[in-house]
């Protein structure tokens, strides 16, 4: 079975400084990778996703994430953040029909 | 709407008492999931479903029964409730049709155990 891992749970930065976030997976087939955000009390929400194609991936609210085969590796990136962004992020790997999460980061911007 | 929807979204019982939790999904998705979300764990699948009775274990399935009657609905049962269960419970749903779709998640039941 496949496992995330995410560094760093817990990050506190200034509005418009950069962000990245970690995460590492392991799984030996084909897999699909995302990245959710939850904010404050509310469901999951993708952000991105990356299946084939272009490793570097845009999402919504200026995130983007990278695939890396070779480190296994799908870090997050917002290259200045905004109060709003105060939420939780998780990334998950998707192989042989489970979809499998990171312990999430939670990420908490100054204004 | 498309939506994912769950019933209760709170939920405070004791110990021993079998209780249900309802999730229905009304864009004729295929694979359906439980997850139990927990500080410091993240999300942990509890059981998942390819279709209408196809169902199968997650990570950490003790404790729980699901069943697949109906393609929209996939309820999660507590046959016995325990303390170690007190969680925040997530639905989710996505096509089979396209491995890269991603899972639509519902509102979330938060359930408390004494």
């Known amino acids: 079975a496949q496992s995330v891992s995410q560094h760093n749970h817990h990050v506190i930065l200034s509005e418009a400084a950069s962000l990245e976030l970690g995460c590492n997976y392991s799984y030996g087939g084909t897999v699909n990778l995302f990245w959710y955000v939850q904010y404050p009390g509310q469901h999951l929400q993708l952000l991105l996703k990356?299946?084939?194609?272009?490793?570097l991936v845009k999402g919504i609210k200026g995130f983007e994430a990278e695939f890396i085969k070779s480190k296994f590796s799908f870090n997050l990136r917002k290259p200045s953040v905004q109060w709003s962004d105060t939420a939780e992020y998780f990334c998950?790997?998707?192989?042989?029909?489970?979809?499998?999460f990171g312990k999430g980061n939670q990420v908490v911007v100054i204004p | 709407e498309a939506q994912v929807t769950q019933n209760p979204r709170y939920l405070i019982t004791v110990t021993g008492k079998k209780l249900t939790v309802t999730c229905s999904q009304n864009m004729n998705h295929e694979y359906m999931s439980w997850y139990r979300q927990d500080p410091g764990l993240g999300l942990r699948q509890i059981y998942y479903?390819?279709?209408?009775?196809?169902?199968d274990k997650g990570d950490v399935p003790e404790g729980y029964k699901v069943s697949r009657k109906e393609k929209r609905n996939f309820p999660l049962i507590l046959e016995s409730p325990s303390p170690n269960q007190t969680s925040l419970y997530f639905c989710?749903?996505?096509?089979?049709?396209?491995?890269?779709?991603?899972?639509?998640f519902g509102p979330g039941t938060r359930l408390t155990v004494l």
């Open positions: 998950a790997v998707r192989g042989n029909n489970r979809l499998a």
């Open positions: 990356y299946f084939s194609g272009d490793p």
């Open positions: 479903s390819m279709n209408v009775e196809v169902t």
């Open positions: 989710a749903s996505s096509s089979s049709r396209e491995r890269h779709n991603e899972q639509f």
